[in-house]
């Protein structure tokens, strides 16, 4: 059987997005009313996941050691490229889908359905793998991905986010390296014996302030942010 051509393939992609259109919706949505943080992504994986299999993906849960990740797989016919769709679901402290998560993750189920949906009787040879990817707010759901070897045998992986400018294709993102910093005081009374104290909360001050004059020395690529998790229990 020879191959369908590239044209017909995206018609049966646009087909099959239309028709599941409502249902991609509704999930995310739920997803949006249901913020999750990072590695606690119990519903929205389940959602997610729950989706996958009812599309006809063979889906294994806990892939990489996190109770909230997943993959989706289905072959078409024999060999081919493995093609990896990338989902974020997790939510950001008090302000939850301001990255619009619940769009990145419902969209990669939603487009390796479709996919799915265009391969089959299509003649062409590929594997659509969905990648339920937790903790993308700092936790580094990913990385454990790539350290458990879940990306050894993809020749792509594709993901979309959310943006309020134009639709554009490709770009360059971001690598995070983070570090935590534990100041050590000595607690004093303020009034009484204020030189008995030695007050951590200046240190982790002067820090910042270190680091913020240093934003003027670096690359226009990189940034630098910073928390103060804990100041202190009591000013005196």
């Not at 929205?44 to 997943?70: H, I």
């Not at 204020?194 to 002067?206: F, K, S, Y």
Request: net charge negative; aromatic share 6%.
């Amino acid at each position: 059987m020879a191959p369908m051509d590239l044209s017909e393939l995206k018609n049966r992609v646009s087909q099959a997005v239309d028709q599941m259109k409502d249902e991609l919706v509704s999930i995310s949505l739920d997803i949006h009313r249901n913020p999750e943080l990072a590695f606690n992504e119990y519903k929205a994986a389940g959602w997610l996941s729950g989706f996958m299999e009812k599309q006809g993906f063979k889906v294994s849960r806990n892939v990489a050691g996190m109770e909230t990740d997943f993959a989706a797989e289905f072959q078409s016919g024999e060999g081919g490229p493995t093609i990896a769709i990338l989902g974020e679901y997790d939510a950001l402290p008090e302000v939850g889908h301001a990255c619009g998560h619940n769009i990145i993750g419902t969209s990669a189920v939603g487009a390796g359905a479709a996919l799915k949906k265009a391969l089959e009787g299509s003649g062409v040879n590929a594997k659509v793998l969905v990648l339920g990817t937790p903790a993308e707010e700092g936790g580094g759901g990913k990385v454990f991905m790539v350290d458990r070897g879940i990306f050894r045998d993809v020749d792509a992986a594709l993901m979309v986010h959310p943006t309020s400018g134009k639709t554009r294709i490709g770009g360059r993102s971001t690598a995070t390296h983070s570090f935590l910093f534990d100041y050590h005081g000595k607690p004093a009374h303020a009034a009484g014996s204020p030189t008995e104290g030695v007050n951590a909360l200046d240190a982790a001050n002067i820090f910042f302030h270190a680091v913020a004059c240093l934003r003027q020395h670096v690359p226009d690529d990189i940034r630098m942010h910073g928390i103060i998790t804990k100041g202190g229990d009591a000013v005196n």
